[in-house]
């Protein structure tokens, strides 16, 4: 991504007339430096994972983007230890909605797709990506907009907030006792 950046700095400079290849690299690491910085977790986030845990359900983070950055949120906010798998588009090769990504995480958690759900804020990777294998797909509409008209990806749950995960994985009996875990801590 920091090359990404620089690349469309480098780019608006030139189109202003201002080619400026080390002002693109200052500019393009000060956003990254910022984006870190006010880069959060939900509110609710990390209440949520324990409890789905406390539940004995299997979890997995499937994400798309560059693996050092993904890497530094997960270790920023100490997010692996919620999750049984972890599928990094950048460690991994390919990301969603590519149908591979989600077979390796539904392999290593030991579970059918008729036995998952994908949650995620992005109808056509998150949702509409794993709903072609079976696997259910939430999606967390925190604005409350609703899918939008004519969009193909048709969630199997819409939910606000990932608090609104807990009676919905009760109501779907997503609680099964966890595989064995193949790491240890």
């Not at 209440?47 to 845990?53: C, G, N, S, V, Y």
């Not at 925190?142 to 939008?148: D, F, I, K, Q, S």
């Not at 907030?161 to 009760?170: F, H, N």
Request: charged share 25%.
């Amino acid at each position: 991504m920091p090359r990404a950046w620089q690349r469309i700095v480098a780019h608006a400079l030139g189109s202003l007339g201002m080619p400026s290849d080390e002002l693109a690299g200052a500019v393009a690491a000060h956003f990254a430096a910022e984006r870190r910085h006010v880069m959060q977790l939900f509110p609710e986030a990390r209440t949520t994972l324990e409890r789905l845990r406390e539940r004995g359900i299997p979890l997995g983070l499937v994400t798309n983007g560059d693996a050092t950055q993904q890497r530094y949120k997960i270790e920023r906010h100490d997010l692996a230890r919620y999750f049984d798998v972890m599928v990094i588009e950048g460690e991994f090769g390919t990301g969603k909605p590519d149908e591979a990504v989600y077979r390796h995480a539904l392999v290593t958690l030991g579970v059918e797709p008729a036995e998952a759900c994908m949650v995620g804020d992005n109808l056509d990777f998150d949702v509409e990506g794993a709903r072609r294998l079976g696997i259910a797909g939430v999606w967390v509409d925190r604005l409350r907009t609703g899918v939008p008209p004519g969009s193909v990806a048709r969630p199997d749950h819409v939910i606000a907030s990932l608090t609104d995960l807990l009676p919905l994985a009760e109501r779907e009996r997503l609680h099964r006792p966890m595989p064995p875990s193949t790491h240890s801590g």
